[in-house]
């Protein structure tokens, strides 16, 4: 299925030196960190707060309507990770950056109301509808950055 | 069969259950008065009646006179039944099912020669009025017709009546049965005009939902409709109707980055969707409460959609919870599905837990869930999976296992193989805890998903179907117990401020 994610990464990752070092957070998965004011209009969120770990930045923020949504960015401003919980869906065309299609492909075999997941080398991705709230998460493995575990992602 | 894999979808050929028509003419008009007061119509209640194979229900006679008063009579009236097969009648008025079908009893004043409007018994073929059959079997027409099957769905059969009618009434069937949601939905394109649903509004201006699922939205008005379960009725039920022509294109606060539109019966896999979950409403405090939340209910002024709160009492209801009686639950009961599957399966809904002997809880253990998502823990592969439901509305089991193989065409369902390459079947274990504490075991059988499918074309309950939950790095993760976890056992769903079985609600329950 998604065969073509090596080259999209490659194609983010030239966008994203151009941006390298610019502030908080809020970008798509795959994206470099952007104006934190234009991602936060485009997901009704505010930042909440950055946290440095050893080889990433967490960046947090929360939805208008009370969700939460955490952006794994590495040093060099790239978002490999996102995850999310609460009761609304974010607004994945932007938390998912590029990899939205992969979600729509996924989507669109109705496997289940309930639960959509990808597991390629590609992309991982996980969302789960409860029977109130939703909880999501998804990260790109060619990105995660030496010395960081996908069990680091929470 | 396409491996398309529709949610489940199954249909009901409930005949003409419905509602039982007539209206009671207040008959013919008076024949003259001389000064004496005198009788001039008699009138039976109910008009119309719905019963179950056994059952009675006494038959009450009002006469008006011609000063207008208006009494009970009792004497001299003559009852009889046009199908003594499907029902029959006394002396006394006392109406009793006898076989499936419709019949009409006619009232007379053997004294007076006057005649009452007919009154229409309606039968039913379930065994009793709180209960709805439902079954597994490959959906609605239009999702055939369309090249796909319905897999491990539960349906049935609903008929929707403009308020306040008993006659402009349409049955739908395929309506998913699904623990976990909340409200009627019901697909705009399945109303074909015999019942004409009233819009509700919000501030004057009509209301609208959006309702987000993990693979798509949808969206429509909400509208007013009585509502046939079975053998009851709820009157002025807000529901969801998708797709509606009225409710025109999706806001973009519903549709953008919200994956594909589900507004047609192909795309949603069902003709609609009875969420008879543990809540009351399928949103509740949380859109009553400002801010109002995006992607939920909306006010729709000419001016355009704008999300709006809304009073819980007006947010689309748990149908069972507003029904008169046996209100405070539902139970499942379905049968055992021999491997690899069957091409239908049919069993029971009950409404109620506890009220009934039909609904009483047998050695059943009663879990609690998190009263604010729904959720219970599973305890599986030694972890504790917090983000757990026991869920009719998904498909298989789903769960996080590394060791089983996910299948390499269809990569939502799980192939396990044996040592020589072999499909195979796993026999697994879990344990269910509630919040309460309460655990219970429940051993249950993945098999390969390719196998079952390839094991006839006409199959659509599949036993040990499985797949992956995908747990994605360290975050939460659940086991959604689909569909097969709920054939050969009863399943009993308490909804939040309701109690039984010495359990608070919101609970589940199984044996």
């Given at each position: 299925m998604q065969t073509s994610i090596p080259a999209r990464v490659t194609a983010t990752a030239a966008i994203g030196l151009a941006v390298l070092w610019s502030h908080a957070s809020c970008a798509g998965l795959g994206e470099p960190v952007g104006s934190i004011a234009t991602d936060e209009t485009a997901l009704h969120a505010t930042a909440l707060a950055v946290t440095p770990a050893q080889s990433y930045d967490v960046h947090d923020l929360t939805m208008s309507g009370g969700a939460s949504i955490r952006e794994y960015a590495t040093r060099a401003g790239m978002v490999f990770a996102v995850t999310w919980s609460g009761r609304g869906m974010p607004d994945l065309s932007v938390l998912l950056g590029g990899y939205y299609a992969d979600y729509l492909r996924a989507a669109n075999r109705h496997a289940s109301r309930k639960i959509v997941s990808i597991a390629t080398a590609g992309l991982v991705l996980h969302i789960v509808k409860l029977p109130r709230g939703f909880l999501g998460a998804a990260y790109v493995p060619a990105l995660i950055p030496a010395g960081t575990s996908p069990q680091d992602i929470r | 069969m396409s491996l398309a894999a529709w949610r489940a979808v199954s249909v009901i050929g409930r005949a003409s259950v419905g509602f039982a028509m007539l209206l009671v003419a207040a008959c013919g008009g008076g024949s003259g008065s001389t000064g004496a007061v005198t009788l001039v119509s008699i009138a039976a209640a109910p008009k119309s009646i719905s019963l179950n194979v056994g059952a009675t229900q006494v038959l009450s006679v009002t006469g008006t006179y011609s000063n207008g008063a208006m009494a009970s009579v009792t004497t001299g009236l003559g009852f009889s039944s046009s199908a003594t097969g499907v029902a029959t009648?006394?002396?006394?008025g006392v109406v009793a099912g006898v076989a499936p079908g419709t019949a009409q009893i006619d009232v007379t004043d053997g004294m007076g020669g006057f005649s009452a409007a007919p009154v229409t018994v309606a039968v039913l073929a379930s065994s009793a009025a709180n209960s709805l059959p439902v079954v597994v079997d490959q959906g609605p027409a239009v999702l055939v017709a369309s090249g796909q099957t319905a897999t491990n769905t539960l349906f049935a059969s609903a008929t929707i009546c403009t308020p306040g009618s008993a006659s402009a009434c349409q049955t739908i069937d395929h309506l998913q049965i699904d623990t976990g949601s909340t409200g009627i939905q019901i697909l705009s394109a399945v109303l074909t005009g015999a019942a004409t649903t009233t819009p509700a509004s919000v501030n004057g201006a009509p209301l609208r939902e959006c309702v987000q699922f993990a693979d798509g939205?949808?969206?429509?008005?909400?509208?007013?409709?009585?509502?046939?379960?079975?053998?009851?009725?709820?009157?002025?039920?807000?529901?969801?109707?998708?797709?509606?022509?009225?409710?025109?294109t999706a806001p973009s606060s519903c549709s953008t980055g919200a994956g594909p539109a589900e507004n047609t019966v192909a795309a949603f896999g069902a003709n609609g969707l009875i969420g008879v979950g543990n809540f009351l409403q399928d949103c509740g405090a949380y859109c009553a409460t400002p801010p109002a939340p995006s992607a939920a209910y909306y006010a729709c002024p000419s001016s355009g959609c704008l999300p709006t709160t809304l009073a819980v009492t007006q947010q689309v209801q748990n149908p069972v919870a507003m029904l008169a009686a046996d209100n405070n639950g539902i139970v499942i009961g379905l049968p055992s599905v021999g491997a690899p599957g069957a091409a239908s399966v049919s069993g029971t809904l009950?409404?109620?837990?506890?009220?009934?002997?039909?609904?009483?809880?047998?050695?059943?253990?009663?879990?609690?869930?998190d009263p604010a998502t729904g959720t219970l823990i599973t305890n599986f592969g030694g972890a504790a999976l917090t983000g757990s439901v026991i869920d009719s509305g998904s498909n298989a089991y789903f769960f996080n296992d590394s060791s089983i193989a996910v299948c390499a065409i269809n990569s939502s369902f799980f192939c396990p193989v044996d040592g020589s390459g072999a499909p195979t079947n796993l026999a697994l274990t879990?344990?269910?805890?509630?919040?309460?504490?309460?655990?219970a075991a429940a051993p249950f059988t993945?098999?390969?998903?390719?196998?079952?499918?390839?094991?006839?074309?006409n199959l659509t309950a599949f036993p040990t179907l499985g797949g992956p939950n995908g747990s994605v790095g360290g975050s939460i993760t659940g086991f959604d117990w689909g569909l097969p976890f709920f054939f050969s056992r009863s399943v009993y769903i308490l909804f939040e401020a309701h109690t039984a079985a010495a359990t608070a609600g919101p609970a589940i329950g199984f044996d």
């Open positions: - | 009648v006394d002396a006394s939205y949808t969206w429509g008005s909400v509208v007013i409709a009585d509502v046939q379960l079975g053998g009851r009725t709820i009157a002025s039920l807000p529901i969801h109707l998708i797709g509606d022509a009225a409710a025109g009950y409404f109620g837990v506890g009220t009934q002997a039909d609904n009483a809880p047998s050695s059943a253990a009663f879990l609690t869930v879990a344990t269910l805890q509630g919040i309460n504490g309460v655990t993945i098999g390969n998903a390719n196998s079952l499918f390839g094991a006839g074309a």
